[in-house]
């Protein structure tokens, strides 16, 4: 397996993982020092993320979940019962390096989907990063002009209400094609670490 499972250098922020993280690491009598060699990570780095002092990125945490053998989407879960997640309380992932929140949509831990909303800036574009491990997406567009690329011939243009249905390894690159933000939701079935 990767030493890197995740394609994106993202930020977590507004989730505070550490507690899961130093049970999970207790559970299978590892060190933080052995922890921080299987995943490129310093003791001391590792020990403000378990004492939620520092949020990790994304890639980080993924790193720390492959190594705990924890699925990633179970420490980015906020609740353990309450169903909802209000409006105004959706704990946000960032992409550092485009400006792009994402919000996720679901508080449940280890479910088979992961709903979030993604807002693209106009003219700004994603590229993907072939996944490992091919699983499902599906997205609907609320506002805007977005051009998802499957296959180099194979790009569609879906304005607000439209769907697409695909399977994430065959993602190319999703683009801003508008002169105004916009926005979709995405359900996922998250890669199994």
């Keep these: 397996m990767s030493k890197d499972p995740l394609p ?5 922020t507004d989730i505070q993982v550490g507690s899961e993280l130093r049970r999970r690491r207790n559970e299978l009598g590892l060190t933080l020092r052995q922890v921080a060699v299987q995943t490129d990570l310093t003791s001391g780095f590792l020990s403000q993320v378990e004492n939620d002092r520092v949020s990790p990125s994304l890639k980080s945490l993924g790193r720390i979940a492959e190594v705990l053998h924890t699925p990633l989407f179970h420490l980015l879960s906020v609740s353990e019962g309450d169903p909802v997640v209000r409006a105004t309380e959706r704990p946000t992932v960032a992409f550092s390096k485009m400006g792009v929140d994402v919000q996720l949509l679901t508080p449940f831990r280890d479910w088979q989907m992961l709903p979030f909303q993604r807002s693209f800036k106009p003219g700004e574009e994603f590229t993907a990063i072939r996944l490992e491990r091919a699983r499902e997406e599906w997205i609907m567009i ?7 690329m499957l296959d180099p011939d194979e790009v569609y243009v879906l304005e607000e209400g439209d769907t697409i249905h695909f399977e994430s390894s065959r993602l190319l690159n999703i683009k801003n094609s508008g002169d105004k933000i916009a926005t979709y939701i995405c359900m996922m079935t998250p890669p199994a670490i």
């Design 8 to 12: 994106y250098a993202l930020a977590v």
């Design 142 to 148: 609320q506002s805007g002009v977005l051009e998802i």
